[in-house]
């Protein structure tokens, strides 16, 4: 049965992590993030790679960020113990011996796509081969836009919020959605870590926020695809064309407006959720950017979520246990709620004594 918590005790660790922007390290910043319940401090080498380190001193437990930079290393601000870019201790004032547990945690760290991701897992398992990409966000023909929200939700109800788009239609009638949305199902069908979703529609009508930028008039063929991977990462190709000119067949007039939108989440604490996005647009109008009228809509859209969610979270808490109770537009949610679990159970199990894989199918 699933559950819907208000506390998320146990996060996948096993993945890599959006730790935030990479403009977000400079050459001489220090910059502390909690992420997973664990403050850990970033900076930049000298050779320009991040280094990301457990944000307490392993001597008394100060926090390295309020520290001192000297060249790679960062100097404690409580007793001046000096630690390099790997986290280990290379000098303690006053004192010549320098233990070889003097150090503090060290996390892989790497730059792709213009974020910064960090493996916060078993060492030994980091493959920088499995993290999502998001390839568009460097490429010239995608002009796009990013932002930034902080939750005071576990990450899980973002899923959720995400996995299931009927909510278009009821928190974002004036931006994003239209009647359309909430009656019409989605296509769910599992895929390699995750699951892709489907949704088109017909012969309807372009969001209300977008009507000003529309390349063509009259009724749309739409398309909202994207791939969920778990346990907090969207890749959204959505747009609209024409209707009847071929898009559902794949065949997209120069009219077509297209967009592509990336969506992470990444846990700060049991109860509160670092909030990531782009959306951006291979189109522009003979007036404005595509991207500056639909990024408007879309930051107010996701502003609209996380009120909803954050009173939802405020209800969950309140009154006795909570047993939710599924309806049709629900089956991705179940299904990536048991995804997540699987992941937890694995991770779980010392190696060599994996559970056999759990059935992933589509049935409820
Ligand atoms: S707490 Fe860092 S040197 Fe004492
Ligand atoms: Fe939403």
Not at 13 to 25: L, Q
Not at 46 to 52: E, L, M, P, S, Y
Not at 134 to 144: G, N, S
Not at 197 to 226: E, H, K, L, M
Request: glycine share 6%.
């Amino acid at each position: 049965m699933m559950q819907i918590e208000t506390h998320v005790d146990r996060f996948v660790r096993n993945c890599w992590y959006v730790a935030g922007w990479a403009d977000e390290i400079s050459a001489d910043n220090v910059l502390e993030r909690t992420l997973l319940g664990e403050s850990i401090v970033f900076y930049r080498a000298a050779d320009g790679r991040i280094v990301a380190l457990e944000n307490r001193c392993c001597h008394r437990g100060a926090p390295l960020h309020a520290g001192r930079r000297e060249g790679d290393s960062l100097r404690c601000p409580y007793h001046g113990m000096l630690f390099n870019a790997e986290g280990q201790c290379t000098e303690i004032p006053g004192q010549e011996m320098i233990p070889q547990r003097a150090c503090v945690r060290s996390y892989q760290v790497t730059e792709r796509d213009e974020l910064i991701w960090i493996w916060m897992g078993e060492p030994a398992k980091a493959d920088p081969g499995r993290i999502i990409r998001f390839e568009w966000h460097t490429d010239p023909a995608w002009r796009k836009k990013r932002s930034y929200l902080h939750y005071h939700a576990p990450y899980t109800l973002i899923v959720d919020n995400l996995l299931d788009f009927s909510h278009l239609t009821y928190v974002h009638s004036t931006t994003i959605g239209t009647p359309s949305t909430a009656s019409t199902r989605a296509q769910v069908e599992p895929i390699e870590g995750g699951l892709k979703i489907t949704r088109r529609y017909y012969n309807d009508r372009i969001q209300a926020n977008r009507s000003s930028i529309a390349t063509f008039q009259g009724p749309a063929d739409r398309w909202q695809i994207y791939e969920w991977f778990a346990p907090s990462f969207v890749r959204l190709y959505t747009g609209s064309a024409p209707a009847g000119t071929g898009a559902h067949e794949g065949r997209l007039v120069p009219e077509a407006m297209q967009y592509r939108h990336c969506s992470v989440q990444t846990p700060e604490t049991s109860t509160s959720t670092h909030y990531w996005f782009t959306h951006a647009a291979n189109f522009k109008t003979e007036t404005s950017e595509a991207i500056d009228v639909v990024f408007d809509g879309v930051s107010r859209a996701f502003k609209e979520d996380k009120d909803i969610i954050e009173v939802q979270q405020k209800a969950l808490q309140s009154g006795r246990p909570f047993q939710p109770m599924n309806i049709a537009h629900d089956q991705a949610l179940v299904l990536a709620r048991r995804l997540i679990q699987r992941l937890l159970d694995e991770e779980a199990q010392p190696d060599g004594q994996k559970p056999a894989p759990a059935a992933f199918e589509l049935a409820q």
